[in-house]
T-cell receptor, first 114, second 113 residues
């Protein structure tokens, strides 16, 4: 099976712009979660989608949003970018939304905000 | 509020010896724990997990031990190999939180040959 894929791998934006990141989960996986990794805050949970519904949300401002499509692919959007949004954004998929299911991560999208 | 803590930022071990990485947690609702290995600019790779109903899980060179009363888990790698050099993250989840993983800050493992 192919793993989790994320596009693009690298992105440079300027403050105030918006960005959309894409994630394709492992075939058959219906849960997609997003995480942000920064040197200062480590790996932080953004949100989780299951069957096109947001099931869980972390402590991030409303500028961070996402959605999931019927084929389980997910997108994450960040509007009005700030310098502090520079990070590695990781997507993870699992077969269900239950805790105890192992999540598998994609390679990430490195976002640099100038 | 750091619910998952990895107090050792780094660990250096000789090839062939045992590597022991530690993790502490504060939230008693956590019932599933995972270890991930990560290289720079890559996504975390799943290594091994353990449910709170167990106290040990083994997979090849990797063994995870869970001490619920102490809210402590550890990852043992035996024997350590140079290719094991990476950042290791401990993560925890709770049934109430669904698939949300709470990560520790990570421990850099260096295996010297």
């Amino acid at each position: 099976k192919a793993g989790v894929t994320q596009t693009p791998r690298y992105l440079i934006k300027t403050r105030g712009q918006q960005v959309t990141l894409s994630c394709s989960p492992i075939s058959g996986h219906r849960s997609v979660s997003w995480y942000q990794q920064t040197p200062g805050q480590g790996l932080q949970f953004l949100f989780e989608y299951f069957s096109e519904t947001q099931r869980n949300k972390g402590n991030f401002p409303g500028r961070f949003s996402g959605r999931q499509f019927s084929n389980s692919r997910s997108e994450m959007n960040v509007s009005t970018l700030e310098l502090g949004d520079s990070a590695l954004y990781l997507c993870a998929s699992s077969s269900s939304q239950r805790a105890g299911e192992t999540q598998y991560f994609g390679p990430g999208t490195r976002l640099l905000v100038l | 509020d750091q619910q998952v803590k990895q107090n050792s930022p780094s660990l250096s071990v000789q090839e062939g010896r045992i590597s022991i990485l530690n993790c502490d947690y504060t939230n008693s609702m956590f019932d599933y724990f995972l270890w991930y290995k990560k290289y720079p600019a890559e996504g975390p790779t799943f290594l091994i997990s353990i449910s709170s109903i167990k106290d040990k899980n083994e997979d090849g060179r990797f063994t995870v031990f869970l001490n619920k009363s102490a809210k402590h888990l550890s990852l043992h790698i035996v024997p350590s190999q140079p290719g094991d050099s990476a950042v290791y993250f401990c993560a925890a989840s709770a049934r109430e939180y669904g698939n949300k993983l709470v990560f520790g800050a990570g421990t850099i493992l260096r295996v010297k040959s």
